[in-house]
C-alpha cells in the first residue's frame, strides 16, 4: 500500500469564531471515516487540546510546534493511535499558541503546513486539521494545505457574520491561493424550535457563493456528554441523532469530495 | 495430571496484569471486542494484550503498543518481568555459569537442565504457531541438547544415555517437516525472485502445494508434541538430570573429571576430525560429504558455545566460533541449495497433474538451474574459508588453549 500514491484528502474544521462545533465535527467526522475502513489522521492544531483530550492523549508534542515545522523530525514520529482502529492523532501543543510566530520565520509561510504534512500523505485516506478560531497566518496555512474547509454555522446571526468575514475572504481570493479550496458550511448546534434559527440558515442558504450543506447537526445533549465520555458520538450513542446527523454530513462530504463518475 | 493444569484463564491473566502493573496502568478487557487492553492514567488504550494458550503446554502474552506509545510498553514489559513473566530475548540463550575444576556430570546436567527450559518456553509459541521462531529455538535447544548427550557421553548411564537419544531424535523428527516448509513459505518471494521474471507467475501452485503441506506437517507435529511419549520424555528427562550424581560411576567413566578437561578434550577431537574431513573434500565429492562436515561443524559450534565460551578465555574463543560460522555459512549455503533442489524435484511429480502445472514445470526446471549454479558457487568458495578454518595457526592457537 505504501508504495502506490494515495489520493489523500486534507479537510480543515474552521470558522473565525470559538465554540460552534469544529472540534466535535473534526472528532465525529474523522472517526466515521476511520470505521469505514480510511485510515485517518486528525491533526489538533488548537493549543486548547480540545480533540487531543476527548481522545485520552496527552497534548505534548516533543520540540513543540515549531520543531514540527522546522522537519527536524518526521511528524509521523508524534502519531499516536488512538483507541478507534484506524484512527490517529497528532496532539496538540500548548506551544501551537506561537504557531502564527513560528510559521512567519519561513519564506512561504502559508505552504509550511502542506509540506509538513506531505510525508503522512502516503499512510492517509483523509486527514482532519482541527484549527483554532482565528484569522491568522495559521488559518491561511491551513487553507493553502486544505482540499475543503468545513466550517460549522450555528444559525445565529453573529456567527452567520463571521461566515459572511469567511465569505469575504475567499472572494478576496486569500482562501486557497494556489489550489481550489472547497468551503463547505453547515449547519451546527441548530435548534429548529427557535425562529431565529430557521431565519438564519433560510438566509444562508440563499447566498449563491456558498455551499451549505443539506445536513444540519442538532444541538444535542449528547455532543455535551464528549467531554464526559470522552469518546466520539457514535461510540456511545451509536443511534442518537447526534451520530444520523453526523453519518448523514459525513456521507455527503464523500459524496461531494469523490463525485460518481458521470 | 490434568492437562489443564498450569493453564491460565483469561481472567486470572487480567489479575496477575492488574496487580503487576498498578497503579500506573489499568488492565481490563475492552468493551467490544473483549480483548484485554492496557490503559494509562488517562484511559487511553496504551497497549493491546494477545493471550495465546496452547492445551498443555500453559500461556503467554504478547504485547503489541499502540502507535506513538512505544515507551510505555517498555515500562509495561519491564514491570511483567518483576513479576514472574519470562522475557522473550531469554527464550534461546543458554549462558549457563560453570567453573574448570567442576565435576562433569552436574555440569552437562546443568546446561540439559537449562535446554530443557528452553524447550519449555517455546513449546507453546511452536504449538500456537505465533511466530516460526519458537519453532525454529524449540529445534535448536533439542539439536543442542542431542550434541551433548553425544560429545559428552561418558557422564551419562549407557542404558539411559541410549533411550533418551532415540526419544529426542524422535522429537526432534516430528519438527522438521514443519521447519522446512516453514522456511520455504517464509523465503518463498526470494525463491520466486531467482526464476526468470517471465515465469515467476507460474510458481504459484507450488506456493499453493507447499501452503497444503505446510498445514499436514503442523497437525502432525501438533499431535507428536502432545503425544504421551513426548510428555513422557519430558517427565522423564527431568528425573534423570536431578540426580546425576547419586548413580553408580562404574559406567560412566567422565563423571567426576573437571568439565575444563573434558571440555578441552572434546573441543581438540572434534577440531581435529573437521580437518581431517573438511581436507578430504574436493569440488568433486557428493554433498553429503559437505553436508557430514557440516553436521561436525555445528557440533563443534555447540561445544564452544556452551562450555568453552563460559570456562577458557573469551579472547580466543570468540574469534573461533567467528572464523567456524564462516566456514558453515558456505556450507549452509550449500546446503540450503542441495536440499531445495531435491525438494523441487520430489514436489514437481505432485504438481504435473494439477492445473497451472506444466507452466510450474517450466519454471522449477529454471529455478533447479539457478540453485545448482548457486551451489557450485558455494563448493567454489569452501577451499577458501576452510583453508582460514584450518589454516596452521588456527590448529596451534587450538592445541595450545585446549592442551591438556
Known amino acids: 500500500m505504501s508504495k502506490t500514491k494515495r489520493d489523500t484528502r486534507v479537510l480543515a474544521t474552521y470558522n473565525i469564531k470559538g465554540g460552534v462545533g469544529k472540534t466535535s465535527a473534526a472528532v465525529n467526522l474523522a472517526y466515521l471515516?476511520?470505521?469505514?475502513?480510511?485510515?485517518?489522521?486528525?491533526?489538533?492544531?488548537?493549543?486548547?487540546?480540545?480533540?487531543?483530550?476527548?481522545?485520552?492523549?496527552?497534548?505534548?508534542?516533543?520540540?513543540?510546534?515549531?520543531?514540527?515545522?522546522?522537519?527536524?523530525?518526521?511528524?509521523?514520529?508524534?502519531?499516536?493511535?488512538?483507541?478507534?482502529?484506524?484512527?490517529?492523532?497528532?496532539?496538540?501543543?500548548?506551544?501551537?499558541?506561537?504557531?502564527?510566530?513560528?510559521?512567519?520565520?519561513?519564506?512561504?509561510?502559508?505552504?509550511?503546513?502542506?509540506?509538513?504534512?506531505?510525508p503522512l500523505r502516503a499512510e492517509y485516506d483523509y486527514i482532519f486539521l482541527d484549527c483554532p478560531p482565528s484569522i491568522s497566518l495559521v488559518s491561511e496555512a491551513v487553507f493553502e494545505a486544505s482540499d475543503a474547509?468545513?466550517?460549522?454555522?450555528?444559525?445565529?446571526?453573529?456567527?452567520?457574520?463571521?461566515?459572511?468575514?469567511?465569505?469575504?475572504?475567499?472572494s478576496h481570493g486569500k482562501v486557497g491561493r494556489k489550489r481550489k479550496t472547497a468551503i463547505f458550511a453547515f449547519f451546527s448546534m441548530a435548534d429548529v424550535t427557535r425562529p431565529l434559527h430557521l431565519q438564519v440558515m433560510e438566509r444562508l442558504r440563499k447566498i449563491e457563493a456558498l455551499t451549505v450543506l443539506g445536513v444540519a447537526i442538532p444541538t444535542s445533549d449528547e455532543v455535551e456528554m464528549m467531554g464526559e465520555e470522552r469518546n466520539p458520538v457514535a461510540v456511545f450513542a451509536p443511534e442518537g441523532p447526534a451520530t444520523v446527523a453526523y453519518q448523514a454530513l459525513w456521507a455527503e462530504i464523500e459524496t461531494r469530495l469523490h463525485p460518481p463518475p458521470e | 495430571m490434568s492437562d489443564r493444569e498450569g493453564l491460565l484463564s483469561s481472567s486470572s491473566l487480567l489479575?496477575?496484569?492488574?496487580?503487576?502493573?498498578?497503579?500506573?496502568?489499568?488492565?481490563?478487557?475492552?468493551?467490544?471486542?473483549?480483548?484485554?487492553?492496557?490503559?494509562?492514567?488517562?484511559?487511553?488504550?496504551?497497549?493491546?494484550?494477545?493471550?495465546?494458550?496452547?492445551?498443555?503446554?500453559?500461556?503467554?502474552?504478547?504485547?503489541?503498543?499502540?502507535?506513538?506509545?512505544?515507551?510505555?510498553?517498555?515500562?509495561?514489559?519491564?514491570?511483567?518481568?518483576?513479576?514472574?513473566?519470562?522475557?522473550?530475548?531469554?527464550?534461546?540463550?543458554?549462558?549457563?555459569?560453570?567453573?574448570?575444576?567442576?565435576?562433569?556430570?552436574?555440569?552437562?546436567?546443568?546446561?540439559?537442565?537449562?535446554?530443557?527450559?528452553?524447550?519449555d518456553q517455546n513449546l507453546p509459541g511452536t504449538l500456537v504457531d505465533a511466530d516460526i521462531e519458537y519453532l525454529h529455538d524449540f529445534r535448536v535447544a533439542i539439536r543442542r541438547t542431542r550434541s551433548v548427550l553425544r560429545e559428552m557421553r561418558g557422564v551419562f548411564a549407557p542404558a539411559d544415555l541410549a533411550r533418551v537419544r532415540a526419544s529426542f531424535k524422535w522429537l526432534q523428527d516430528q519438527t522438521s517437516a514443519t521447519r522446512d516448509l516453514d522456511v520455504y513459505l517464509?523465503?518463498?518471494?526470494?525463491?520466486?525472485?531467482?526464476?526468470?521474471?517471465?515465469?515467476?507467475?507460474?510458481?504459484?501452485?507450488?506456493?499453493?502445494?507447499?501452503?497444503?503441506?505446510?498445514?499436514?506437517?503442523?497437525?502432525?507435529?501438533?499431535?507428536?508434541?502432545?503425544?504421551?511419549?513426548?510428555?513422557?520424555?519430558?517427565?522423564?528427562?527431568?528425573?534423570?538430570?536431578?540426580?546425576?550424581?547419586?548413580?553408580?560411576?562404574?559406567?560412566?567413566?567422565?563423571?567426576?573429571?573437571?568439565?575444563?578437561?573434558?571440555?578441552?578434550?572434546?573441543?581438540?577431537?572434534v577440531h581435529r576430525r573437521m580437518v581431517r574431513m573438511g581436507r578430504a573434500i574436493t569440488p568433486d565429492s557428493p554433498p553429503e560429504d559437505y553436508h557430514e562436515l557440516r553436521k561436525k561443524g555445528k557440533e563443534l559450534r555447540y561445544l564452544l558455545e556452551l562450555f568453552a565460551k563460559p570456562l577458557f578465555d573469551g579472547e580466543v574463543v570468540r574469534p573461533m566460533i567467528k572464523s567456524l560460522k564462516g566456514l558453515q555459512d558456505v556450507l549452509g549455503m550449500h546446503q540450503d541449495r542441495e536440499v531445495q533442489m531435491e525438494m523441487l524435484k520430489e514436489i514437481a511429480h505432485s504438481l504435473v497433474a494439477k492445473p497451472g502445472g506444466a507452466g510450474a514445470l517450466l519454471a522449477i526446471g529454471a529455478l533447479i538451474e539457478r540453485l545448482e549454479a548457486d551451489a557450485e558457487a558455494a563448493r567454489g568458495s569452501f577451499a577458501a574459508s576452510f583453508a582460514e578454518f584450518a589454516s596452521e595457526a588456527q590448529c596451534k592457537l587450538v592445541a595450545e588453549v585446549f592442551s591438556r
Open chain 1, 33 to 118: 471515516a476511520a470505521q469505514a475502513g480510511h485510515p485517518t489522521l486528525l491533526w489538533d492544531l488548537d493549543p486548547q487540546a480540545a480533540s487531543t483530550y476527548l481522545f485520552r492523549v496527552r497534548p505534548k508534542v516533543k520540540g513543540g510546534g515549531r520543531g514540527l515545522l522546522k522537519r527536524r523530525s518526521h511528524a509521523g514520529d508524534h502519531v499516536k493511535a488512538t483507541d478507534h482502529e484506524q484512527l490517529e492523532l497528532l496532539p496538540a501543543d500548548f506551544s501551537y499558541r506561537h504557531l502564527d510566530l513560528a510559521l512567519d520565520q519561513f519564506k512561504k509561510p502559508a505552504s509550511r503546513l502542506g509540506r509538513v504534512l506531505a
Open chain 1, 149 to 170: 474547509l468545513l466550517v460549522p454555522v450555528i444559525p445565529s446571526t453573529l456567527s452567520s457574520r463571521a461566515y459572511e468575514q469567511l465569505e469575504t475572504l475567499a
Open chain 2, 15 to 119: 489479575a496477575a496484569g492488574r496487580s503487576a502493573l498498578a497503579p500506573a496502568f489499568t488492565v481490563e478487557q475492552e468493551a467490544g471486542t473483549g480483548e484485554p487492553v492496557v490503559r494509562d492514567e488517562l484511559g487511553k488504550i496504551v497497549c493491546r494484550l494477545s493471550v495465546a494458550v496452547a492445551p498443555g503446554a500453559g500461556w503467554w502474552v504478547e504485547l503489541r503498543p499502540l502507535r506513538g506509545y512505544d515507551k510505555e510498553c517498555e515500562r509495561i514489559e519491564w514491570l511483567l518481568l518483576q513479576h514472574g513473566f519470562t522475557p522473550a530475548a531469554d527464550w534461546s540463550n543458554v549462558d549457563v555459569v560453570m567453573q574448570p575444576l567442576e565435576r562433569s556430570d552436574v555440569v552437562v546436567a546443568r546446561v540439559l537442565l537449562r535446554l530443557r527450559e528452553i524447550q
Open chain 2, 186 to 269: 517464509r523465503d518463498f518471494g526470494e525463491l520466486r525472485a531467482m526464476a526468470p521474471a517471465a515465469m515467476q507467475a507460474d510458481l504459484a501452485p507450488l506456493q499453493a502445494l507447499l501452503s497444503a503441506r505446510h498445514q499436514g506437517a503442523r497437525a502432525s507435529m501438533e499431535e507428536g508434541l502432545r503425544s504421551e511419549r513426548a510428555r513422557t520424555l519430558h517427565a522423564e528427562w527431568l528425573e534423570i538430570l536431578k540426580a546425576p550424581v547419586l548413580e553408580d560411576e562404574a559406567e560412566r567413566p567422565d563423571a567426576a573429571r573437571p568439565i575444563g578437561e573434558l571440555t578441552a578434550g572434546r573441543v581438540r577431537a
